[in-house]
Nanobody, 124 residues
Framework: QVQLVESGGGLVQAGGSLRLSCAAS?????????MGWFRQAPGKEREFVAA???????YYTDSVQGRFTISRDNAKNTVYLQMNSLKPEDTAVYYC?????????????????WGQGTQVTVSS
């Protein structure tokens, strides 16, 4: 079994920055798996934010391109989401997810493991 634990959320003013972390533990070959970040705002469906293949290819949703950066440290079994120039519309619960394969996708249903989520609130 794999556990994912996010941290780093909080309250920040518009234009500020946060770095989210997601640590994986349990029986995992972390470096072999694709990782993704998703978010869910109140009253909305969960949406894709960023994905990172085990081989390093990266995808972002258009609304965060140029502001967010996904990265990973395989030695620490951790994936990060650096969020800069935050906007009120970025307010959501952010989830990390692990896909049991090297190719991370934009499709939430393809991910096998999920963290509990961390709240990000951006004030205007």
């Amino acid at each position: 079994q794999v556990q994912l634990v996010e941290s780093g959320g909080g309250l920040v003013q518009a234009g500020g920055s946060l770095r989210l972390s997601c640590a994986a533990s349990g029986r995992t070959s972390f470096s072999s798996y694709g990782m993704g970040w998703f978010r869910q705002a109140p009253g909305k469906e969960r949406e894709f934010v960023a994905a990172l293949w085990s081989g390093g290819r990266i995808y972002y949703t258009d609304s965060v391109q140029g502001r967010f950066t996904i990265s990973r440290d395989n030695a620490k079994n951790t994936v990060y989401l650096q969020m800069n120039s935050l906007k009120p519309e970025d307010t959501a619960v952010y989830y990390c997810a692990m896909k049991l394969g090297p190719i991370a996708t934009r499709i939430a249903n393809e991910y096998a493991y999920w963290g509990q989520g961390t709240q990000v609130t951006v004030s205007s």
